[in-house]
């Protein structure tokens, strides 16, 4: 992760992505059209929420490189899908927790007033985050699909729990084979989500590498491993009559049968990630999480 403080011309041209599900969404919507009318911004919206906005304009997706900030209306998960959308193309991403946890998310609806006149005025900072770029390949070579991921990719089988077997390689050199439920291989962004939960560190996004976290191994020999950010991580499916499921950021993925590859390098350009003064990773971490000493709590 580098963070900076924000050096080009206050943006103009703003994506808007939400998730309907969440009942603040109109009223925040109907903030966020009304402060972009005071301060000029051209606002697009995705197709999803063009009946919420009176007149809005289509965000396409031919539009989305010369988009000058993407504003995600929701919680981590539409984050993220929006983080993919425009990570290929270096757009600045500001995150509005409409949810409970929000941990990626930057500003709570409330605070949204501040947040677009930080971004205005320049005065803001850009964490950029490392991404995961991520390949199926079926077991004669051919590609299943390219995918860009923030928090993590994860191989698992779906239905009935079973144990699965997987090959796990680094840079062209074995690693070992996991027998497990699955694996996760994640970002220090991804860190502290699924990868977590199954028994990962937590990772600083100042350090840029890969996780590859055993999903309940069935061996006490099979440990959480950290590798190198340059990194080609490759696993194949060693299981003989199993198709697992490829998961990125929880949310789109594929099939792989027997035989199949999962290929993850770090993706060429970083997600940048808009912060505003006075937000760091550890605060995050003791208000979202609730991290350190049961004593400070109290």
């Not at 947040?115 to 770029?133: H, I, K, P, S, Y």
């Not at 191989?155 to 690693?175: D, F, K, Y």
Request: proline residues 5%; aromatic residues 4%.
């Amino acid at each position: 992760m580098t963070a900076r403080r924000n050096t080009a011309g206050a943006p103009r041209r703003v994506g808007v992505v939400g998730h309907a599900r969440y009942t603040r969404l109109d009223a925040t919507l109907s903030r966020v059209v009304r402060l972009a009318r005071s301060d000029r911004l051209d606002l697009l919206f995705e197709e999803q929420l063009l009946s919420l906005v009176d007149g809005g304009a289509p965000l396409r997706e031919e539009d989305l490189s010369e988009l000058d900030l993407l504003l995600t209306l929701g919680g981590d998960g539409t984050l993220l899908r929006g983080a993919r959308m425009v990570a290929a193309f270096g757009v600045p991403v500001l995150g509005v927790n409409l949810g409970h946890l929000g941990f990626l998310t930057a500003v709570a609806p409330e605070e949204l007033d501040g947040a677009l006149e930080a971004v205005l005025d320049g005065t803001f900072v850009l964490d950029e985050r490392m991404v995961l770029n991520a390949e199926a390949r079926s077991a004669l070579g051919e590609s299943h699909g390219s995918y860009l991921a923030l928090n993590d990719v994860v191989l698992h089988r779906g239905g009935v729990a079973r144990m699965i077997r997987l090959a796990v390689h680094a840079h062209g050199e074995e690693v070992g084979t996991y027998s497990a439920d699955g694996i996760i291989l994640a970002t220090p962004t991804g860190s502290t989500a699924y990868s977590l939960s199954a028994g990962g560190p937590i990772v600083s996004p100042s350090i840029d590498c890969i996780l590859a976290t055993p999903i309940s191994p069935h061996t006490l020999a099979v440990r959480p491993l950290i590798l190198p950010a340059d990194e080609t991580v490759t696993v194949e499916v060693l299981s003989p009559t199993e198709e697992l499921i490829l998961t990125i950021d929880g949310q789109e993925g594929a099939k792989l049968s027997p035989g199949d590859q999962l290929i993850v390098t770090r993706a060429e350009t970083p997600l940048r990630l808009v912060r505003l003064s006075g937000q760091t990773f550890f605060s995050t971490l003791r208000r979202k999480l609730k991290w350190g000493d049961l004593m400070e709590r109290e």
